[in-house]
Nanobody
Framework: QVQLVESGGGLVQAGGSLRLSCAAS????????MGWFRQAPGKEREFVAA????????SYADSVKGRFTISRNNAKNTVDLQMNSLKPGDTAVYYC????????????WGQGTQVTVSS
């Protein structure tokens, strides 16, 4: 089992920045990749960014490229999401997720943290 706990959400004005952090515990050695997803009211959950735990290779949704940066600290078992130039459209509940080795999909999820961007 892997447990994920997010922190760092909050309220920010458009153009501002926030940094989300996700701390993993449990069988962290089994994690192959970690990612961030978000779900806005009335919308489906969507992919935001991901990072390979070993290689550090990253991927981003087109909507956040150039504004968001995902990073990892394997020694601390944390993954951060630095969000700059925030827009009202970024308002959502942000979820941290982990994909374990051999899994086809993300199989562990955090409880989510609210990010609200005011105009």
């Amino acid at each position: 089992q892997v447990q994920l706990v997010e922190s760092g959400g909050g309220l920010v004005q458009a153009g501002g920045s926030l940094r989300l952090s996700c701390a993993a515990s449990g069988r962290t050695f089994s994690i192959a990749a970690m990612g961030w997803f978000r779900q806005a009211p009335g919308k489906e959950r969507e992919f935001v960014a991901a990072i390979n735990r070993n290689s550090g290779r990253t991927s981003y949704a087109d909507s956040v490229k150039g504004r968001f940066t995902i990073s990892r600290n394997n020694a601390k078992n944390t993954v951060d999401l630095q969000m700059n130039s925030l827009k009202p459209g970024d308002t959502a509940v942000y979820y941290c997720a982990a994909k374990t080795m051999g899994a086809y999909e993300y199989d562990y999820w955090g409880q989510g943290t609210q990010v609200t961007v005011s105009s």
